[in-house]
């Protein structure tokens, strides 16, 4: 974030990037509020004997956990595409 202000009255964001996570073998999930507007708080990833466990919780909407065999993380510097509807 800069100290600049854009003509729609935001803050200028910098450093934009896309990150994708790529989930294998789902082994359970647990997942509520799922809303294609919710803001992420945070997400924690934790090794488990079977592969992975992803928390997280949102400030809004979407929180859950997610277990997993496998997981892979990209990272690409660029704005993400408009979001696609759920309904």
Same mark, same amino acid.
Do not use: C
């Given at each position: ?26 082994? #359970? ?15 924690? =990833? ?15 909407? =979407? #929180?859950?956990?997610?277990? =997993? ?15 696609? #509807?759920?309904?």
């Amino acid at each position: 974030m800069t100290n600049k202000i854009d003509e729609q009255g935001y803050y200028e964001l910098t450093k934009h990037v896309v990150v994708k996570f790529g989930l294998e073998s789902i082994r #359970s999930a647990s997942v509520v509020d799922l809303w294609h507007k919710s803001i992420l708080l945070d997400l924690a =990833v934790d090794r488990t004997e079977s592969g992975f466990q992803l928390i997280f919780s949102a400030a809004y909407g =979407v #929180s859950g956990t997610i277990e =997993v065999e496998r997981l892979s993380l990209s990272v690409t510097p660029g704005k993400p595409s408009p979001p696609v #509807s759920l309904s």
